[in-house]
């Protein structure tokens, strides 16, 4: 568990990175929401956002009112509250998105 924990963080801390310095339409983790620390994402593109990489990390297709959304949106929300930038906390809700088992055993 600790090297996919390592890797995951070293994978995302990339991705956000590149993502950052590509267009929209080439990023992978920050695909609807800004990419910069600048600027604040709304709900629609948090959920947008959510469910984009819930498809490509585990493969499911959720609708915004789906509550296996709520936990993803309470796991962004969260490390924005306690103070992570909009692309620090895409980057935590990858870590958590490759270290859930949903990811590890598709």
Same mark, same amino acid.
């Given at each position: 568990?600790?090297?996919?924990?390592? !890797? !995951?963080?070293? %994978?995302?801390? #990339?991705?956000?990175?590149? +993502?950052?310095?590509?267009?929209?339409?080439?990023? %992978?983790?920050?695909?609807?929401? =800004?990419? $910069?620390? +600048?600027?604040? #994402?709304? =709900?629609?593109?948090? +959920? *947008?956002?959510?469910? &984009?990489?819930?498809?490509?990390? &585990?493969? /499911? /297709? %959720?609708?915004?009112?789906? =509550?296996?959304?709520?936990?993803? /949106?309470?796991?962004?929300?969260?490390? /924005?509250?306690?103070?992570?930038?909009?692309?620090? #906390?895409?980057? *935590? %809700?990858?870590? *958590?998105?490759? $270290? &859930? =088992? +949903?990811? @590890?055993? @598709?």
């Amino acid at each position: 568990q600790k090297f996919l924990d390592d !890797a !995951a963080r070293s %994978v995302c801390r #990339a991705r956000v990175a590149l +993502d950052q310095d590509s267009p929209a339409d080439d990023r %992978v983790l920050l695909r609807f929401v =800004p990419a $910069t620390a +600048d600027e604040q #994402a709304t =709900p629609a593109q948090v +959920d *947008a956002n959510l469910q &984009h990489l819930l498809r490509r990390f &585990h493969q /499911r /297709r %959720v609708r915004r009112e789906d =509550p296996e959304l709520v936990g993803w /949106r309470f796991q962004f929300e969260a490390t /924005r509250f306690g103070g992570a930038t909009g692309p620090e #906390a895409w980057e *935590a %809700v990858c870590v *958590a998105l490759m $270290t &859930h =088992p +949903d990811f @590890y055993t @598709y």
